[in-house]
């Protein structure tokens, strides 16, 4: 989901590549993964650029949208992105 949530925002989907972030990050915290290196480095990079792209409310509003979302529906999504790109 990371990876294609780069996809989408490189691509002009700011607010799909904040939902699968957001569905990312609660996916990683309910199994307990850790994110370190390139990884770790680059997702507040990320998350900046998307809050500055779409202003706090907005961004707020999709990374609570993709957070909520089951782990099936975010992955169609994710899906949904690499056929579209």
Do not use: C, H, I, N
């Not at 691509?11 to 290196?37: C, I, M």
């Not at 782990?71 to 169609?76: M, S």
């Amino acid at each position: 989901m990371l990876g294609l949530a780069e996809v989408a925002s490189s691509s002009g989907q700011p607010e799909q590549a904040t939902r699968l972030l957001g569905a990312a990050e609660t996916a990683r915290r309910r199994v307990g993964l850790v994110t370190y290196g390139r990884t770790a480095e680059r997702q507040p990079v990320r998350v900046a650029a998307l809050r500055k792209a779409l202003g706090e409310t907005a961004f707020a509003a999709a990374w609570e949208a993709g957070a909520s979302l089951p782990l099936e529906d975010a992955v169609a999504e994710a899906l949904a992105v690499r056929a579209r790109t």
